[in-house]
Structure formats: C-alpha cells, structure tokens
C-alpha cells in the first residue's frame, strides 16, 4: 500500500474532515487504504463500507460516490447529540458510582445502532480499499490496529472512538483483559502506522488547529469540561505526531491537512445546521488543496 490516507480523531468535529474528503475525491484523490482513529475510524469505515458496497453490486469503483455518501451521512444522520449518544440522569450516574458499575456519562447505544445499521462486514471485506482503525488496550496500555478481517471489528470500532470518562469502556466479548478506548489515547492520527505499513504517499486530515482552539466553556459542566480536557490532550499529541513522523521521515510524501480556524462545536447542543457549516469548512480547505 503505498497510498495511505490517514484520518485523525475529533468527535463531532470529524464532519470537518468528511469536507475535505469529498473535495479532494471529487478532484480524484484515490487512495490505496484508509486509516483512522476515533471519529477518523468512523469516517474510514463509512467509506470503505461504501467502497464495497459498489464492488458487490458490480458497480465501477467511485470514490466520489463513496465521499458524496459520507457527506450526506453526516448531513442526514448525525444531526443531533441524541443520534451519537445519551446522558445518564443523575440517578444513574450516582447508582453506578457507588456500586463501582461506572459505564461513562453518556450510553453510546444510539451510536451503536447507527454504525449497525449503515455498515455491513459483507461490504467492508468486499472493499478493493484496506482499513485499519485504532484503539488502546487501557489493561495494557497500548495500541492496537485493527482490520475488517478480525471478527469482533465493529466492537473495535466503537472503542476507537469510545471517549475516556465520557463514554464507557468497551470489552471485547466482555473480557476484562480486553477493555478499550479511544485509539486517541495515543495516536490522534496513525500516521506512524502508515509509515510502518509501507505507506510511500500519505495524505492526513486532522481536525485540529495546531495551536489549540480559543473560545470559552462552563468549566462547571463536567461533559464540557471532559471534552475541553481531552481537546488540550489530542491537540499536543497530534503536534508531536505530525512533527516526528515528518521530521524522521523526510523521503516521503506526507501531506497535513489543518483547519484555519478553530472547530467551534458544542458536542452536548450542536444541530444539523452546525453539522452543515463543518462540511462546508472542510470542503473549502479540500479544494485549496494540491497534492
């Protein structure tokens, strides 16, 4: 695989990245896999889901296609905090506190389902385009990639973006040695799995500045305040990412593509008309683009 598009974390704001995507598919950006962390997992697997989706109906292998249904999936069906998750009401939360049953502070059911109903494993091992997504194994601390062909890749799929505190850990057929979260952890963005993997020609999106975003949040709101905290974290790991992969790296092609501005989005009160503005941002800066 010599072409590697990599796509870092950034919750809701990795509509932001599904822009930038369709830009430069529609320009006729073709990479040969698809990688991605936390909400970059979420994107890679739409796409490649939709990659195979055209193999198995005979269909000719359009990238456009597969980016115009990414668009319309964040524009359509994630138009409101309700469709990715749900809080727990105060009583839940302290039930499970005192019981040592913490399962986060939000339910990713609504999450869940959703990936259940817009992903088929038939599509994704179908797809001519690799996948690897990552999550980190917080038993041992450390990474893991993981491809369609693993069984349990849908459960992997949740963990990647599975938000520490946030939202619950997730165990692998309920095995405790195998609780994950978030692969954000510890790569915002696999670029160094890229490398590792042969990748001659990568191109990765991000959906942070690299200077960390301005504004202002209730400090007092402890969904907020977790969201803030965990912005500050993947921020400098991303930049000391970036930085080593291209610093020890300089033979290859690495392209980073940024915001120019800061991603304002309240991840507890967004609307599809935030959703919308977040697209079009990514697309702006994807047909700026020149790779």
Not at 71 to 93: G, M, V
Not at 150 to 169: G, K, R
Request: proline share 4%; aromatic share 6%; glycine share 8%.
């Amino acid at each position: 695989m010599s072409n590697i598009l990599v796509l870092a974390g950034g919750s809701v704001k990795g509509a932001f990245q599904a822009g930038v995507i369709k830009a430069l598919m529609d320009k006729g950006y073709e990479p040969d896999a698809i990688y991605g962390v936390s909400a970059g997992s979420l994107n890679a697997a739409y796409l490649v889901n939709q990659l195979g989706s055209q193999a198995l109906a005979g269909e000719p292998i359009s990238f456009s296609q597969a980016a115009h249904d990414l668009w319309d999936f964040w524009e359509t069906r994630i138009t409101r905090p309700e469709c990715l998750s749900k809080p727990f009401n105060i009583f839940q939360l302290g039930w499970t506190a005192l019981t040592k049953s913490f399962k986060g502070l939000v339910s990713t059911e609504p999450l869940r389902l959703l990936l259940e109903d817009v992903l088929s494993l038939r599509n994704l091992h179908a797809s001519p385009i690799g996948l690897k997504i990552g999550a980190v194994n917080i038993i041992e601390g450390d990474m893991h990639y993981m491809d369609p062909s693993h069984t349990d890749f849908l459960t992997y799929l949740m963990a990647s973006s599975a938000v520490p505190i946030l939202m619950p850990v997730v165990k692998i057929n309920g095995e405790d040695r195998k609780s994950y979260l978030d692969g954000g952890l510890r790569d915002v963005a696999p670029l160094k799995k890229a490398v590792e993997d042969g990748g001659k020609h990568i191109v990765c999106i991000a959906c942070h500045m690299e200077t960390i975003e301005g504004g202002s949040f209730d400090s007092g709101d402890l969904l907020a305040l977790v969201d803030r905290v965990m912005d500050i974290a993947v921020n400098e790991i991303l930049n000391a990412d970036i930085r080593e992969v291209m610093t020890l790296n300089q033979h290859l092609s690495i392209r980073a593509i940024r915001p120019p501005q800061p991603l304002t989005i309240d991840i507890q009160n967004f609307t599809k008309l935030d959703i919308r503005r977040l697209l079009e941002l990514g697309y702006a800066v994807g047909q700026e683009i020149e790779l």
